[in-house]
């Protein structure tokens, strides 16, 4: 028996598709057939083939019919006229209704017949709307053109839906499909529903089924499958999920003597415990159960209202100044009849106690709300842990950011224990570079590759001639060296600013760089971070290979534990401080032009990013490259980390990471990761 | 006197100051001579104030070799102590003017509430902060004056000079303390209305009779007589024993505690009492300068205080002085466009915008070739000269600098 019903199941839905199909091929000769789904049963076995008489006939038949409804609709009469000539078949059905709808359906006064109106010069070019075929023209005088009025064009727009959702195109599916998800109304359900077995994209399939299931848990009427729809969507992260269920749980707060009779109570409220007492009062004061409170400002309109020979209420005006003085004045008043008695806090409490509140759901049925608070508890959980994810990357990428401009600082500052103020102007001459670079190369990919070893090669210029002219002299007075570089730092930001003006510069990103790797509704991440991400990594590896692996960096190691040592084994200490000391800038200005790609380029821009690269390398420790990753690491997060808590304001969380650096200072003053022994120096 | 006999410089630098004050007097528009415009005696006023926080910025750098780069936040927050209270008493008298005219007598709890919508409307905010309680009170505002910025100072110098915290790394954590404090007055949320600061004080409550030109030689008298006392109190202290051992300090922190002296006690002491000069230099500016905002504390005004002390000469008060006046008065003078633009063929040089390089430069230079800046030609003119020890080492002992490597 089942087996029977299964079969004959499966053979109404082909004829289904094949009609959709030849329905296709009707209207678009040019459109290729739809494809009929091979797993479904041979057509032929359908108890009643399609034939095309069949066709037109409901379709004029149902005009003929109800053609003084179609001339002159109501609102609330001609919904089943629409959806009988809805569910005609038949290639004109779509056609009519659309012509219908857009107000080209007109009557022809001699005989009450109508037509699908065409503009033909001064006359109207008659349209038969069961066959399509033309019936001559006709004087615009003899014709009364229809025009349904809003709410009927809406109906026919929800009938007509049924036909976009099996439309050819796939485009026009799918436009059916957003507008279905906007106004999303109990009528849709069942179009939805039946456009589903025919669908043959895949994606489009997966949409339909997704937002049948969205109309299902809230418009079905057994509550069975609503409950089932509503736990279909456990753990999904689509905000438009969210949006559909929200309203399943939302609630109205009443006060009542009484639980009410057949409300889906959400919960009891105890004023004073669960509701705020003045928020429970104003409750009843609005239900108007109760007379409202005195506020200062009605009580001082009132006492000014009775001024009477300078006093008010038997009290005299002088004396008004404080609270006690008023509410006698008000309480004179009331007893002379001249202003409504407020509300005492006695009086107050006693109507809380005669009334119990209650937050009512919206929807009636406590099974479909359990559902929907489950499901959304759910959901929210899931999106916690995805924020928590987000929130990660987010603190993995400011770290990069960070870690990016203190590497060249854990050079200068690290290794040579040289204090650069203007380290912050290199990374700004780096992204000046960039934006130069750019008006010459209209090519954002090519410029970017250009732009990189460009400004390397400037800053590493820049920074062998701060070496040379300046911190070469200053070597044993370090707090005279971060005054000197300040001077340059405060030069350079001032040279910038008079050669590229105040205004921010653009340093595009090349179009492959543009959006955003989008895991899910909650978690994204920018290309460019990413690229930050990678950037910093090739960094990293690329100071540990120099450090590690080459001979300058064995130099360096050398001239950094000891200088005179050094020099008495061939290496020249003067050539290796100032070869570090270019490498350490040439690092900041390709920083430069990697910070210039997310943030705008001013000549504030290397301002910015100063103190925190010296945090950054304070807080991870001096002279070591894995302490540099450790502070960005640990800045990076706990910034993002102290955001959380209070994410509209960046500015409380960068100065809490700043204390709180401070305070990480007292216990490890030499930063995360320390040098031990002779390394350490002093 | 003994101190005058001994410090030729201290009766000079007063005399000089009192005859500055006079001429300035005689000459302003409140004296009817009208040679010294109002806005420049308040420009000299504040430059006054600016030579009292470069003095103690000497002492905490020149003499005890703490680069601290955070004390333009205790400036700062003098400031904003004592405008809480002006910015409080005047907006008090306007509210209860306006509020007299109603018809019945205002309760304080309403003056209170017209006042805070006054002051915080424009931050949305219309609820006056706790920290506003002592607003009302000129007395306990000028506590605070001295209080807050000591309490900042203590705590911060506390944590700092306990872990041993010295040279570039507690320069780079006061920059960061200065940074921190003054993001967390960015925030409107704060309490202090966030970035625009407080404004309106140069109208000070009770003296509205008087005209600003009156007002403002009263405050530059009161600047010069702050500076003469801080700068009679700053000789003092350096001429003692504890100037010895401070300038011991710097030179040698080690070997000072090694010889049984509490080294951080003496910072802590040098980092408050020049925090608590500053706060009070900043409470006489900004009443002077009418608004007092954020971006007074950035960071990098308080490395520019260390720029005047360092072309003036450290480690000596008149450099100090002598460093704020000139540097922050050639300053208004070539940003106030009266310098003469160079033409150089093509290219004009306008001093407004170049004003920043050259200041940079020559700072650069003053480090590199004159570190005892522009004091130092004092010893010139005096025929002294660091005498020559032909490289042989500073110090006793081995580990000591050679001349030459200190020079370099």
């Known amino acids: 028996m089942t087996d029977f019903l299964t079969f004959l199941r499966a053979a109404l839905l082909g004829v289904l598709v094949l009609m959709a199909a030849q329905m296709a091929a009707a209207q678009d000769p040019a459109a290729p057939g739809t494809p009929a789904p091979t797993a479904q049963p041979a057509p032929e076995t359908a108890p009643e083939p399609p034939g095309t008489t069949a066709e037109m006939a409901p379709l004029a038949a149902l005009i003929a019919e109800n053609a003084r409804q179609i001339a002159k609709p109501s609102r609330k009469t001609i919904g089943p006229v629409i959806d009988a000539i809805a569910a005609a078949p038949g290639p004109q059905t779509q056609a009519f209704l659309e012509a219908w709808a857009d107000k080209r359906l007109g009557r022809r006064k001699a005989d009450g017949a109508l037509f699908v109106l065409e503009k033909a010069g001064p006359d109207w070019r008659l349209i038969d709307p069961a066959t399509g075929a033309t019936a001559g023209t006709a004087p615009k005088d003899d014709i009364a053109q229809l025009r349904p009025n809003s709410g009927v064009r809406g109906l026919i727009a929800s009938a007509l839906v049924r036909f976009q959702l099996s439309d050819p195109d796939p485009a026009r599916r799918g436009a059916a499909l957003d507008a279905l998800a906007r106004t999303a109304s109990a009528e849709n359900l069942g179009p939805l529903r039946a456009s589903l077995p025919g669908e043959t994209d895949p994606e489009l399939a997966a949409r339909k089924a997704r937002l049948e299931r969205m109309l299902t848990l809230r418009f079905d009427p057994d509550p069975a499958a609503r409950v089932a729809a509503i736990e279909s969507f456990s753990g999904d992260l689509g905000l438009d999920v969210r949006a559909a269920l929200n309203p399943l749980v939302a609630t109205t707060r009443i006060a009542a003597t009484a639980p009410p009779a057949g409300a889906n109570i959400a919960a009891e409220l105890v004023p004073g415990r669960d509701i705020d007492k003045a928020a429970a009062y104003a409750l009843l004061v609005e239900a108007g159960l109760a007379p409202p409170r005195l506020s200062a400002a009605d009580r001082r309109a009132a006492l000014e209202a ?8 038997g009290v005299p005006l002088a004396d008004l100044d404080d609270e006690d003085a008023r509410e006698r004045a008000y309480a004179g008043l009331v007893s002379a009849g001249l202003a409504r008695p407020a509300a005492t806090a006695a009086e107050v409490d006693a109507r809380l106690a005669a009334y119990r509140f209650f937050d009512i759901h919206a929807e009636a049925d406590p099974a479909v709300t359990d559902a929907a608070r489950a499901t959304l508890d759910h959901i929210e959980m899931k999106v916690g842990a995805m924020q928590g994810l987000d929130l990660g990357l987010d603190a993995l990428s400011l770290a990069s950011i960070y870690f990016l401009a203190a590497i060249g600082l854990a050079i200068t500052f690290g290794v040579m224990g040289v204090i650069n103020m203007a380290h912050g102007e290199f990374i700004m001459m780096g992204a000046y570079t960039g934006y130069v670079v750019q008006q010459f190369v209209t090519d954002y990919t090519l410029s970017i590759l250009i732009a990189l070893p460009l400004a390397f090669g400037v800053t590493f210029a820049a920074g062998v001639a701060m070496e040379r002219l300046v911190i ?9 060296t971060l005054l000197a570089t300040f001077g340059i730092s405060i030069a350079l930001q001032q040279v910038a600013k008079n050669v590229f003006g105040t205004q921010a510069r653009p340093l595009t990103a090349p179009g492959w760089l543009d959006g955003a790797w989008v895991m899910n509704d909650v978690v994204s991440i920018s290309y460019i971070r990413i690229a930050i991400f990678v950037l910093a990594l090739i960094f990293l590896g690329f100071f540990l290979w120099l450090m590690k692996r080459t001979r300058l960096g064995l130099e360096v190691r050398a001239v950094t534990q000891n200088p005179a040592m050094a020099a008495s084994m061939g290496i020249k200490p003067d050539r290796i401080n100032m070869l570090t000391f270019g490498l350490g800038s040439g690092i900041a200005g390709i920083a430069g032009v990697a910070i210039g790609l997310f943030a705008k380029v001013t000549s504030e821009l290397g301002q910015d990013y100063i103190v925190q690269s010296f945090m950054t390398v304070v807080v991870g420790g001096v002279g070591n490259i894995w302490g540099t990753l450790a502070g960005a690491a640990m800045i990076g997060g706990l910034q993002k980390g102290i955001e959380w808590f209070n994410p509209s304001n960046t500015l409380a969380a960068q100065t809490y990471m700043i204390v709180f650096i401070i305070i990480f200072i007292q216990f490890r003053p030499r930063g995360i990761i320390a040098l031990r022994g002779r390394a350490a120096g002093d | 006197m003994n101190l005058f006999r001994k410090h030729p410089s201290l009766p000079v630098f007063l005399g000089l100051l009192a005859a500055f004050v006079l001429a300035v007097t005689l000459m302003s528009e409140a004296a009817g001579a009208g040679l010294v415009s109002t806005s420049f005696v308040k420009t000299l006023g504040k430059t006054l104030c600016l030579c009292l926080i470069a003095l103690a910025m000497d002492l905490v750098w020149g003499y005890t070799g703490i680069l601290s780069l955070g ?53 949305g905010a219309s609820d006056l902060p706790a920290i506003w309680s002592l607003a009302g009170s000129l007395p306990a505002q000028l506590a605070l004056v001295v209080l807050v910025p000591a309490a900042l100072a203590a705590v911060f110098g506390w944590l700092a000079f306990r872990a041993r915290v010295t040279g570039v790394y507690l320069s780079i954590l006061t920059q960061a303390m200065t940074l921190a404090l003054a993001l967390w007055l960015f925030q409107n949320d704060s309490g202090l209305r966030g970035n625009n600061g407080l404004s309106g004080l140069q109208n000070i409550p009770g003296l509205e009779q008087h005209g600003q030109d009156l007002v403002s030689l009263w405050f530059f008298w009161a600047s010069a007589l702050a500076l003469g006392l801080g700068y009679l109190g700053a000789q003092w202290l350096v001429s003692g024993k504890f100037g010895s051992v401070i300038r011991a300090i710097r030179d040698d922190e080690a070997r000072v505690r090694f010889l049984g002296y509490p080294v951080e006690g003496f910072k802590l002491f040098v980092f408050v009492l020049t925090a608590v000069v500053a706060g009070l230099a900043g409470a006489l500016y900004y009443p002077q300068a009418g608004i007092v905002n954020p971006a007074e504390l950035a960071p990098i005004a308080s490395i520019y205080l260390a720029v005047w002390v360092a072309i003036g000469g450290r480690g000596r008060l008149y450099g100090a002085v002598i460093g704020a006046a000139f540097v922050s008065l050639v300053s208004t003078w070539f940003t106030g466009g009266n310098a003469p633009d160079i033409p150089l063929g093509g290219y004009t040089l306008h001093w407004v915008d170049w004003w920043q390089v050259l200041l940079g430069l020559s700072f650069v230079a003053v480090t590199l070739y004159a570190p005892r800046g522009i004091g130092g030609l004092f010893d010139l003119l005096a025929g002294l000269r660091a005498p020559n020890r032909r490289g ?16 370099a």
């Open chain 1, 306 to 313: 009775h001024v009477e020979n300078g006093a008010v209420g």
């Open chain 1, 472 to 480: 070469r002299h200053l070597y044993n007075r370090p707090l005279e």
């Open chain 2, 71 to 123: 004390h333009f936040a205790f400036f700062g927050l003098g400031g904003y102590m004592i405008g809480m209270w002006l910015m409080y008493a005047r907006t008090e008298t306007i509210v209860e003017a306006s509020l007299a005219s109603g018809a019945l007598p205002p309760t304080p709890q309403e003056v209170q509430d017209a006042i805070a919508t006054q002051i915080f409307g424009v931050v």
């Open chain 2, 392 to 407: 042989a080492p500073l110090g006793p002992d081995q580990g000591a600098l050679q001349e030459k490597e200190a020079d």
